[in-house]
């Protein structure tokens, strides 16, 4: 993960420094917008308010994630920039999921190496007390869990880091309260220092990071106080990527899934 103070990048610049990464997923559901603004602030300079759609999104960010576990293809990197933030409160957090994995003994590497978890948004959304909608904030949001494993090799480096966070949920062939409490001691005890990184912001800064080997959070604040960020996200890789097992019409209410079929 890499910080560029007060860079001040256009719109487009972020775009085509995106691009130089990879392919750029497009944020905005069936059109091509590279680089979006996730902001508390409407165009006419208005704030949004706990019933609209991306207030749900943004509080949903708090949460540690990495972006698009959810889609078929997750992202590998991305970048975010500040345009304007408030003076208390809104950084963003970034914890090292290769660090993570080499501080658990030995049983539990062995215990979660051939384990794979379901991923989905409107699981970890429902989690926090929203409903989610096909179409609302930004991304892909077909009704579908793609399953990713728990351990993820970095195809460049070769390392081990814990793939997880808080789009992951059933763990295929456990019950589904064992897989819950699983899935929450390994990203409570991931995050923690010194492997996290806490980020204050400064209108005009950019972050670059690895998707495939970090967890990031964006943390509280006063939603009447304008942040407004822009991101950007680069595709990964659909050999490394790709969700091998892609669950359609998944719903929260559903039971978890009990076996690999």
């Keep these: 993960m890499l910080i560029f103070p007060k860079q ?10 995106g691009a130089r990464l990879g392919e ?15 902001s508390n602030q409407r ?22 994630h990495t972006d698009s576990t959810y889609m078929p293809i997750a992202s590998k990197a991305a970048l975010l920039s500040a345009q304007k933030v408030p003076s208390d409160g809104g950084e963003t957090e970034w914890a090292d999921m290769r660090a993570a994995y080499d501080a658990l003994d030995t049983l539990t590497k062995a ?15 429902a989690e926090m007390g929203y409903e989610h909608q096909i179409g609302d904030g930004y991304g892909y949001h077909d009704k579908g869990s793609p399953l990713r494993t728990l351990v993820k090799t970095h195809p460049e480096t070769g390392r081990k880091a814990l793939y997880t966070g808080r789009h992951a949920h059933a763990i295929p062939g456990m019950h589904a309260e064992d897989s819950k409490n699983l899935l ?3 990203l409570q005890s991931a995050c923690q220092a010194p492997r996290v990184y806490r980020h204050k912001w400064h209108a005009g800064d950019i972050a670059m990071w690895d998707n495939r080997c970090l967890l990031h959070r964006a943390r509280p604040y006063d939603m009447t106080k304008a942040r407004v960020m822009r991101a950007t996200r680069i595709i990964g890789d659909p050999a490394t990527e790709q969700a091998a097992t892609f669950v359609d019409n998944f719903a929260p209410e559903i039971s978890p899934i009990t076996s690999n079929t």
Excluded: V
Aim: net charge negative; no cysteine; aromatic share 10%.
């Design 8 to 17: 001040n990048l256009s719109r487009e610049q972020q775009s085509r420094l």
């Design 24 to 38: 750029i997923e497009s944020l905005a559901p069936g059109k091509d917008i590279p680089t979006i603004p996730l």
């Design 43 to 64: 165009s006419d300079g208005t704030f949004i308010s706990p019933g609209d759609n991306l207030y749900k999104i943004l509080r949903g960010n708090e949460g540690w």
């Design 111 to 125: 215990k979660i190496e051939n384990l794979s978890a379901y991923h989905s948004l409107f699981y970890s959304q």
């Design 184 to 186: 929450e001691k390994l």
